[in-house]
């Protein structure tokens, strides 16, 4: 009867680790999709040091989970001490360093509101200007979300933009564009700029941003949530075939 259960015990494991596997498989998928993304989310990334940061965490834990779960599934098939006792210390680490990241990522939630985005947004959007990140940041947000501001195109007044451009209502990349391939080709480029709705994109980037995600958000957040309880089970049923292993 014991020997059945510690086979049970073994397969389970096994199972666990290689859904470990996949998700560390996942992760890294993610992380190199974001980094090389022809899209533009490649420079919203790179302008942000936190959102940045983020994606290399994301890619050193998709690494470790790839690896830990090769190691859990060879651990357990064939029931090694040492390989189970590695794995068991490693995938607690791993553990107490996800829930450090959701506990700070609880703590800087603020700077991710619209609040905070429209403050820096006015504070620092030149316009056109190509050297400056934060500027060029924004220009392939507005341009790939076809929208204008963080709100909408009235978080441009009494901004650093209107002081630099006092001719311009709301910046280039706020005006609507024609459907080619090739380059960018303006509607009414001079109606836009004075401030005619009818030739910009009115809709806030918050917005557009947060819908064009939202999907991508409540499906990372449940895997997260299913990679946390996966890694539990892995340590309980990794325990027990190391202390049933003679």
């Known amino acids: 009867m014991e ?15 290689f859904l470990i596997f996949l998700g560390g498989s996942f992760l890294l998928g993610v992380g190199v999709w ?6 533009g989310f490649r420079e919203i990334v790179a302008a942000n040091p936190l959102l940045f940061t983020g994606v290399y965490i994301v890619l050193g834990m998709g690494g470790m989970l790839f690896l830990l779960g090769f190691l859990g599934c060879c651990g357990a098939i064939k029931e090694n001490k ?18 450090a990241a959701a506990i700070l990522a609880f703590i800087f939630r603020e700077h991710l509101t619209r609040e905070y985005f429209t403050k820096e ?3 620092h959007y030149q316009g056109v200007n190509n050297t400056d990140v934060f500027t060029s940041t924004w220009n392939a947000i507005m341009t790939t979300f076809d929208c204008c501001g963080v709100n909408s195109p009235e978080d441009f007044k009494d901004s650093l933009f209107r002081h630099i451009n006092q001719d311009h209502v709301v910046p280039e990349a706020c005006c609507q564009r024609t459907n080619q391939a090739e380059e960018l080709a303006y509607i009414s480029q001079e109606q836009c700029l004075s401030g005619n709705m009818m030739f910009r994109n009115n809709k806030g980037c918050y917005s557009a941003v947060v819908d064009y995600f939202e999907l991508y958000i409540y499906v990372a957040g449940a895997l997260a949530i299913v990679v946390l309880t996966i890694e539990l089970f892995a340590m309980v049923f990794a325990m027990c075939l190391f202390r049933g292993i003679q």
């Open 3 to 17: 020997g059945d259960c510690l086979s049970c015990i073994k397969y389970l494991m096994f199972v666990f680790n």
């Open 34 to 39: 974001v980094l090389v993304d022809p899209t």
């Open 82 to 99: 040492c390989l189970l006792l590695f794995f068991f210390m490693l995938i607690l680490l791993i553990f107490l360093a996800e829930l």
């Open 121 to 123: 947004l006015k504070r």
